[in-house]
């Protein structure tokens, strides 16, 4: 079994901050890619950032200069900066790992998500 456990979010003022983090556990061989998405009401899930097993970074367009993402592969554990928040980054945001796990023998690429931590953007 693996599990991803998202922390971090909550409410927060216009032009503020927040820092996610996401850590993977269970039966793991080795973590490829791990990223953050996020799902506002009525909308489709979207792209915030990735970043690979060598941390080099890809962010969506809405996170662009204003968001970091980075992991710490000793932890298991990917974190995502955010700063000068606004409204429309009110969403549930999902943590996503393409994790390499041993079984029966073989090793295979399992895709696995958190289940989400609310960021809330008001005043």
């Known amino acids: 079994q693996v599990q991803l456990v998202e922390s971090g979010g909550g409410l927060v003022q216009p032009g503020g901050s927040l820092r996610l983090s996401c850590a993977a556990s269970g039966s793991i061989f080795s973590i490829n890619a791990m990223g953050w998405y996020r799902q506002a009401p009525g909308k489709q899930r979207e792209l915030v950032a990735t970043?690979?097993?060598?941390?080099?970074?890809k962010y969506g367009d809405s996170a662009k200069g204003r968001f970091t993402i980075s992991r710490d592969n000793a932890k298991n554990t990917v974190y995502l900066q955010m700063n000068s928040l606004q409204p429309e980054d009110t969403a549930v945001y999902y943590c996503?790992?393409?994790?390499?796990?041993?079984?029966?023998?073989?090793?295979?690429?399992?895709?696995?998500w958190g289940q989400g931590t609310q960021v809330t953007v008001s005043s």
């Open positions: 970043i690979d097993s060598g941390s080099s970074p």
């Open positions: 996503n790992a393409d994790i390499l796990r041993r079984r029966l023998g073989e090793y295979q690429k399992y895709d696995y």
